[in-house]
């Protein structure tokens, strides 16, 4: 029944976005894992749309902030304001009390509204004035940032990026894509209408059959093995590798990895997690949180290169050594 709702999202999405499945998926798979993500991509590539369509197909509040160099703290968690009736202070909530959070060009803004958000972000709560507030739940935030226009943004903490449970690069759409999406948008009587199909009940009820989704041990193994790859890897053969890592991935690499591989089983109708599931998410999870040096960027490579090389490397049946 839950499989064959998630088809119904996707077709939905599908009436108004073209060509985009991995992003969809990527975004799906956040939703039901309670993980943040990331899309990165040149402009115009549908990222913004892609998000605004999947909040409509679901019985969720929504809320678009544009984030700016001049947007304030108070512009996204709220403020207090005075009342000069009742002559007192009271709180004026801020978009950021929604379940889903488009933060675009999440890269444009300085850092105490990055602190701001990381807040709400990692304990689900913001502060105004004295008091904390509880988020609603489900709370998602679905940011889109641009690597082409660097001038005026503000480079995310690693702190905060590390809080994302996946960083999706968007690529451009193919030939045949490209025209589908030429004729539908250069329509101007095209209609963007889509229906709402999953409610909070759906989602909550996703996500308790998803902790329920199977790994066995070797695979737990194998992602440990992926992760301490990333710390020490000429450790595992990786001496050409290793001289361009600066650091590797945090212990949340290990606990994405497996929320997001068992996701990836249940939305493909299985009960257990394959190898496969592993290694299909893994670029997504862990190339935001392996920090390169200035050799890698000098020879022009990045971290999307190091995980397929990794992944090549390491051996699904090799026993995990615990130092």
């Known amino acids: 029944m839950h499989q064959e709702k998630i088809k119904q999202v996707i077709d939905e999405v599908k009436k108004i976005v073209v ?23 040149v402009p115009g590539l549908a990222k913004t749309l892609t ?6 197909v679901l019985h969720l509040d929504f809320k678009r902030i544009q984030f700016t160099p001049d947007l304030l703290p ?26 889903i959070i488009l933060a675009d060009e999440v890269n444009r803004s300085p850092a105490k509204v990055q602190s701001a958000l990381l807040e709400a972000m990692q304990e689900k709560q913001v502060t105004i004035g004295e008091t904390t507030y509880q988020l609603d739940r489900p709370f998602l935030v679905l940011a889109t940032q641009n690597p082409v226009d660097q001038e005026g943004t503000y480079p995310l903490p690693e702190a905060q990026v590390d809080r994302f449970m996946m960083k999706v690069h968007i690529d451009y759409p193919s030939k045949s894509d490209e025209l589908e999406v030429m004729r539908r948008m250069a329509n101007m009587a095209f209609a963007s209408e889509v229906m709402a199909i999953l409610s909070k009940e759906d989602i909550f009820a996703i996500r308790a059959k998803i902790n329920e ?26 001496k050409e590798e290793a001289k361009y890592i600066q650091f590797g ?3 949340r690499a ?48 990045n971290t999307r290169d190091l995980i397929r090389i990794i992944l090549d490397k390491i051996p699904i049946n090799k026993s995990v050594t615990f130092k």
Not at 213 to 238: C, D, H, M, S, W
Not at 268 to 274: A, C, E, F, I, P
């Open 213 to 238: 989704v199977k790994i066995a041990e070797p695979l737990e193994n194998y992602i440990i093995e992926l992760v301490f790859a990333t710390r020490f890897p000429a450790q595992y053969g990786l």
């Open 19 to 41: 060509g985009q499945d991995r992003m969809v998926n990527r975004l799906l798979i956040g939703l039901f894992t309670n993980g943040h993500i990331l899309l990165e991509g």
């Open 74 to 99: 108070s512009d996204l968690v709220g403020t207090m304001i005075y009342n000069q009736q009742e002559a007192n202070f009271e709180v004026k909530k801020g978009p950021i009390f929604s379940n």
């Open 254 to 301: 290990s606990i994405n990895l497996n929320l997001a591989a068992r996701a990836v089983a249940f939305m493909d109708g299985r009960d257990y997690v394959l190898p496969e599931d592993i290694k299909e998410i893994a670029e997504d999870v862990l190339n935001h949180r392996i920090i390169l040096n200035y050799e890698a960027e000098a020879d022009n490579i």
């Open 249 to 251: 991935v945090s212990p």
């Open 51 to 56: 998000v605004n369509t999947l909040a409509k």
